[in-house]
């Protein structure tokens, strides 16, 4: 007998990823947490791989989760997509999105426009800020969803894995002087927490030229060759370049991406767009 992918399993194993709790996930799917553990049961008796593992603060996926949630996703966008247009049930009103401010370039063109030729009659009010800016603005209720960047070692489901690179002008030495001159966003940002890690770990002199959340600040300072910076890999301009770890520079971390949102209180357009997040986000 055929083995098939039930939509519902499907759709509470994506919830159990994002949260990283059976206990948050069944608050959001409406079931009793036994009930959501068995569903996970019966998932992984299907695909014959377990898919998660339980740990003191919630659960983690395995490697085959992993692989599975990213189908899911996908599965699960491409079939709300299809009942939306076939049932007529087109999406409309207003939704505020907020995007970090080096992802604005490289992946909000794509989302905006794919989920435009969806949902012509949505429009999306987007804010674009430094994580802890947009954390701070979601928390306040100024957000319906939030696109934010965490460390690697937060037990949540990523989305995507963006590299930190540091970043000089193309022409410039600034990679060299000692004290070496920075160029990085507001303290609490992981760049610029993890710059000062990497270099104090290193023993590397360093001097803070300059720190401020403006991002077009920031690149201004490195395109005049007074300082480097540290961006996700995603985000280097073409008119920057990225400076090898031969010239002296420390490793530095991945970080991901995940979707900020509260599922038991979103609007089912708010919903549409995370699940379109969540499933073009990982290819582009």
């Known amino acids: ?57 919630g659960v ?8 599975l949630l990213v189908h899911a996703r996908r599965i699960l966008a491409s079939h709300d ?42 429009v999306i009010e987007v804010v674009c800020a430094a994580t802890p800016r947009l954390v701070s603005r979601y928390e306040r209720g100024g957000l319906d969803l939030a696109l934010v960047s965490i460390p690697l070692d937060a ?34 940002t992981l760049d610029h927490r993890a710059a000062l890690a990497a270099l104090s770990q290193a023993g590397r002199n360093y001097r803070i030229a300059y720190a401020s959340g403006s991002l077009s600040g920031l690149l201004a300072v490195v ?26 520079l420390p490793a530095l971390p991945k970080i991901g991406l995940v979707v900020r949102l509260e599922e038991r209180h979103a609007s089912p357009l708010t919903r549409a767009f995370a699940a379109h997040i969540r499933s073009l986000l990982p290819v582009l």
């Not at 399993?9 to 068995?38: D, K, N, T």
């Not at 995507?160 to 507001?186: I, N, S, Y």
């Open 1 to 57: 007998m055929a083995v098939s992918l039930d939509i519902d399993l499907l759709r509470s194993f994506a919830h159990v990823a994002e949260s990283g709790a059976l206990s948050r996930a069944a608050e959001r799917v409406g079931r009793s947490q036994a009930a959501l553990s068995m569903q996970m049961k019966r998932l992984e008796d299907i695909v014959g791989q377990p898919l998660l593992t339980r740990t003191g603060r």
């Open 60 to 67: 983690v996926l395995t490697v085959h989760g992993e692989r």
């Open 81 to 122: 997509d299809a009942l939306a247009e076939l049932s007529g049930g087109r999406l409309d009103g207003t939704l505020r999105f907020g995007c970090p401010d080096d992802y604005a370039d490289a992946f909000l063109p794509a989302l905006l426009r794919s989920f435009a030729q969806l949902h012509p009659a949505v």
């Open 155 to 188: 037990e949540r489901a990523i989305l995507r894995r963006e590299a930190l690179v540091w970043v000089g002008a193309k022409d410039g030495g600034t990679d060299r002087p000692d004290p070496l001159r920075l160029a990085l966003g507001d303290p609490d």
């Open 223 to 248: 395109r005049s060759g007074q300082a480097i910076a540290v961006l996700t890999q995603a985000a280097v301009p073409g008119d920057l370049r990225i400076l090898s770890r031969t010239a002296g």
